[in-house]
C-alpha cells in the first residue's frame, strides 16, 4: 500500500509541477522539467527541516556537535530522506525480493516505523544476513491506523515465521514506531514467541513530532497521550535493548527514546532515517543480535 501511494503521490506532485510551470509560467518543457524536479527536491527539504527544528526547540540535552557537524547529520538525513522515499519504497519489489529465513534458525524480524513498509530495511536486511542472520519482514498496513489494528498483524507473521522455519521463537529488530507495536504484542501475548527486542530510535514516551502526524496511531504517539500511559504499566517480559539516538530528528525530547527496564545504548550522532543506512550503526545492531542469540 506504502509503496503505491507513494508512486501515486510523485506522479501528480510532478504532473501539478508541470502544470503550472507549462500553463502558469508559460515555460518550455526543459524549464517546466527543471521546476518540477526542483519542486520535489524543495517540498521535501522542507519537511526534512522541520523535523530539524521540532528537534532543536524539544531536544534533551546533549553535547554540541559544531556547525560543520551538525550540517553533514543535516544533509545526511536529507539524502536518506529523498532516497527512502523517492527510490526506494515506491521501488520496494526492486529492493525487497521474499524474506530468506532459513529453516531450523531463529529469524530476526524486522518491523519498521511510522508511514513506512518492509523496504526500508532493504539495506540492513543484507548486512544481518552477511553477517549469518536468518532475516525476514513485514509491512504493516494501512499505514495510518491505529497501533493496536496493527498489532494482530505482527502476531499472525511471528507465527507463520516460526511454522515456516521450525523455530519457537523470534527476535524482533523494529524501528521507530515499530518498537511500539512490538511491546504491544508482547503486552497481548507474552514472551513465548520473543527471544529479545531491540528497538532503534523507538519514541516509548512519545515525540513532540506526532502532533504533526497524519493518523490515529500519530495521536497515540503524541506525549502523554493515553495509549502511552497504557503501555508504560506494562512490564518487559523479554529482554530489551534500546538503542538511542541523542540527536534524533523524529524522536524528541531524545530521551523519550528510554525505556524502563530495557538496557540503554546510546548511537552515534545521525538522523532518523539515516541510521537505517548508516554502517556503524548496523555494526553495534550486528553484535547486539549476536549477543542475544548466544545468551539463549
Known amino acids: ?27 518550455d518543457w526543459a524549464y517546466a522539467s527543471a521546476g518540477a524536479i526542483g519542486g520535489i527536491l524543495g517540498m521535501r527539504a522542507g519537511i526534512v527541516a522541520i523535523t530539524w527544528m521540532f528537534g532543536m526547540a524539544f531536544g534533551s540535552p546533549a553535547p554540541r556537535l559544531g556547525a560543520g557537524r551538525t550540517a553533514r547529520l543535516m544533509l545526511a538525513e536529507y539524502a536518506a530522506f529523498l532516497f527512502t522515499f523517492i527510490i526506494v ?19 530476526i524480524l ?3 516505523g511510522y ?12 548486512r544481518l544476513e552477511a553477517a549469518g542472520h536468518s532475516v525476514a519482514s513485514l509491512s504493516l498496513t494501512p499505514p495510518y491506523t491505529a497501533m493496536g489494528k496493527l498489532e494482530p498483524q505482527l502476531n499472525a507473521r511471528i507465527e507463520a515465521l516460526c511454522a515456516a522455519t521450525g523455530s519457537p521463537q523470534v527476535m524482533l529488530v523494529a524501528h521507530s514506531m515499530g518498537g511500539l507495536i512490538c ?50 504499566g506494562e512490564t518487559l517480559s523479554v529482554p530489551t535493548i534500546s538503542l538511542r539516538n541523542a540527536y534524533d530528528n523524529y524522536v524528541m525530547p531524545q530521551d523519550n527514546q528510554r525505556l524502563a527496564g530495557a538496557r540503554d545504548i546510546e548511537l552515534p550522532p545521525v538522523g532518523h532515517i539515516a541510521m537505517l543506512y548508516n554502517r556503524t550503526v548496523a555494526d553495534i545492531l550486528i553484535s547486539c543480535c549476536a549477543e542475544g542469540k548466544k545468551s539463549r
Open 1 to 27: 500500500m506504502v509503496p503505491i501511494s507513494l508512486l501515486l503521490w510523485i506522479t501528480l506532485e510532478v504532473a501539478l509541477y508541470l502544470l503550472i510551470a507549462r500553463l502558469g509560467l508559460k515555460a
Open 115 to 126: 508511514g513506512c513498509s518492509r523496504g526500508v530495511w532493504w539495506l540492513l536486511r543484507r
Open 183 to 232: 511491546r504491544s504484542y508482547l503486552a497481548r501475548h507474552g514472551n513465548a514467541r520473543v527471544s529479545q527486542l531491540i528497538t532503534l530510535a523507538t519514541p516509548h514516551q512519545g515525540t513532540e513530532l506526532a502532533r504533526l502526524g497524519f493518523g490515529r496511531n500519530a495521536r497515540e504517539m503524541e506525549v502523554g497521550s493515553l495509549w502511552l500511559n497504557d503501555m508504560a
Open 89 to 107: 519504497l515506491p521501488l520496494e519489489r526492486l529492493w525487497m525480493p521474499a524474506d530468506r529465513a532459513r529453516n531450523g534458525q531463529m529469524p
Open 110 to 112: 524486522l518491523v519498521h
